[in-house]
């Protein structure tokens, strides 16, 4: 509140009665946002960063700002929620939000899977090895094998497809196939004549 008390004096030194001016400097504006991070998606085990938001404000050169956090997941989906709240000391308030979804799109992969190989009919076919798969979110990544025999040129030369599939669980997977040549590439022998 600014107060002006003004008085008049003529040349005989008379006074006038006082004058007075109330002037109400009120602030009843908020603070503006300055700067504020751009809403986000990315993907889920990816690194990301989330500036905080900056204000300024018409009468207040220090306003008080505070910040809060949120999170909600549905599904394979995460959304974060990052606020910021500068308040001025008249009260006025602004608030800036930057919102980050997170989404899982990426397949696992495998870390450990056999070799294919390629055997003569007589040797012994080999299970179905060591495999392992891995997610970049989902700590216990599901594998199926499936196996399927692919004929040869000969009822002793075949070869074994076997197909193995990872699941995350957010539905991607991925496919890989391992193969088991079996040949017959050793002619027949005699046997002893009597």
């Known amino acids: 509140i600014i107060i002006r008390t003004y008085t008049a004096t003529d040349a005989c030194g008379n006074v006038s009665a006082q004058f007075e001016q109330v002037i109400n400097l009120i602030d009843a504006v908020s603070p503006t946002v300055t700067s504020v991070a751009e809403n986000m998606t990315v993907e889920c085990g ?11 404000d018409n009468c207040d050169a220090e306003l008080d700002v505070v910040s809060d956090f949120s999170s909600e997941t ?6 974060e929620t990052y606020s910021w709240t500068a308040t001025d000391h008249c009260g006025n308030s602004t ?7 997170i989404v899982d799109t990426t397949n696992p992969y495998f870390v450990s899977l056999p070799e294919s190989v390629t055997l003569n009919c007589d040797q012994d ?9 891995a997610d970049n ?3 216990e990544v599901d594998v199926a094998v499936a196996e399927e025999i692919l004929p ?3 009822p002793q030369s075949y070869t074994i497809a076997r197909t193995y599939r990872g699941f ?5 997977s991925v496919v890989e196939t391992v ?16």
């Open 168 to 172: 995350d669980n957010c539905g991607n």
């Open 137 to 139: 979110c989902d700590n």
């Open 152 to 154: 040869g040129a000969c």
């Open 95 to 101: 608030t800036a939000t930057t919102v980050v979804t």
């Open 179 to 194: 193969y088991i040549y079996v040949l017959d590439e050793v002619a027949p022998t005699f046997g002893e004549q009597s």
């Open 125 to 133: 076919i080999p299970g179905f090895g060591e495999y392992t798969a």
């Open 74 to 79: 549905d599904g394979c989906t995460t959304v």
């Open 46 to 56: 990816s690194e990301y960063m989330v500036a905080p938001a900056t204000f300024s």
